[in-house]
């Protein structure tokens, strides 16, 4: 096992480097220097100087040790990703954005898997009842309405008509009070998918000859669908929960925004309209490095669940 996660580490450092490759080429080589951008239409040629100098557009793109090509690479590997367009450092706004991002975004996601997994066994054990058939026709409603749809709707009916909720997020409240109608409003826009995905699987589990055995030795339904069904069916689970988990870090896009949570969403939001190439490098780099760090989680993962399975 520890040779194995070593081996994978090392895998993980010509990806990395080779995002941070792509990342430079997008937003510095194609970007190209900005500083006419950031200065304005009116700036004198002065101030035009001072800011290629601050943000190093002045210096050459490679062959010196002070290039931008190794500029990047340092910001990128010391996580001090320098200053955005308004001149604050990125990286106290990403510090300052993962809290209410993490606070929506992890209870959202815990409370759609308990649900989506629960129903899902309930549903496969009675499957071709009537209550199979409209679970399965509430999963395809859900999934056919966008996600817009219900934020608008749970917004305007739970907020505004019937007043049991904030209507934004008010930081003088608390998090519970604030958080608690975007919560709501994502476990039930995620639930038909999440429902439909694990039912599929745990129905090909239910059809096997072992839950057949364990029936017909007298186990009750309740050791057999979560000691023995759920736990072969862990694979697949294991594989959409472990990646799910770098998204919860980048927010919910739509739910901050129409909420006016200020969380790492928004601030991604905010980057793309004002074209602050500087916080979408840096977001991008992050994102990256979380996908490498929880796919290699997964695959330890799938050891522990199936010791079938060797990491050699």
């Not at 290699?296 to 010791?307: E, K, M, R, S, V």
Request: hydrophobic share 55%.
């Amino acid at each position: 096992m520890t040779v194995y996660i070593i081996r994978r580490l090392l895998y993980t450092v010509p990806i990395v480097v080779g995002v941070l490759l792509l990342t430079f080429f997008l937003f510095s080589v194609v970007g190209g220097d900005i500083s006419q951008q950031i200065a304005g239409k009116n700036a004198d040629a002065e101030t035009i100087a001072e800011i290629r100098h601050e943000y190093g557009f002045d210096k050459p793109l490679f062959w010196s040790l002070d290039s931008q090509f190794i500029d990047h690479f340092r910001k990128a590997l010391t996580f001090n990703f320098g200053r955005a367009l308004d001149r604050e450092k990125i990286s106290d706004k990403i510090l300052r954005g993962v809290g209410p991002s993490l606070s929506l975004t992890v209870p959202m996601f815990l409370g759609t898997l308990v649900l989506s997994i629960s129903l899902a066994l309930m549903v496969a054990f009675v499957r071709g009842s009537w209550l199979d058939v409209a679970a399965v026709v509430l999963c395809v409603a859900g999934m056919s309405i966008p996600y817009l749809s219900f934020i608008i709707y749970g917004q305007y009916i739970f907020a505004y008509k019937l007043g049991l909720f904030p209507i934004m997020y008010m930081p003088e409240e608390s998090l519970l009070t604030s958080l608690a109608l975007p919560v709501l409003i994502g476990i039930a826009a995620g639930l038909g998918g999440n429902l439909r995905f694990y039912r599929t699987i745990v129905l090909d589990e239910m059809r096997s000859d072992y839950v057949r055995t364990a029936f017909a030795k007298g186990l009750s339904t309740s050791k057999v669908l979560f000691k023995h069904v759920l736990k072969n069916a862990l694979i697949p689970i294991i594989t959409s929960v472990v990646l799910s988990i770098p998204y919860l870090f980048l927010g919910s896009l739509l739910l901050e925004r129409f909420f006016g949570i200020p969380g790492l969403g928004s601030l991604m939001i905010e980057a793309i309209a004002s074209r602050d190439f500087f916080i979408i490098n840096a977001m991008t780099f992050i994102f990256s490095l979380l996908i490498v760090v929880f796919t290699l989680l997964t695959d330890i993962c799938y050891a522990w669940a199936d010791p079938r399975i060797k990491l050699e």
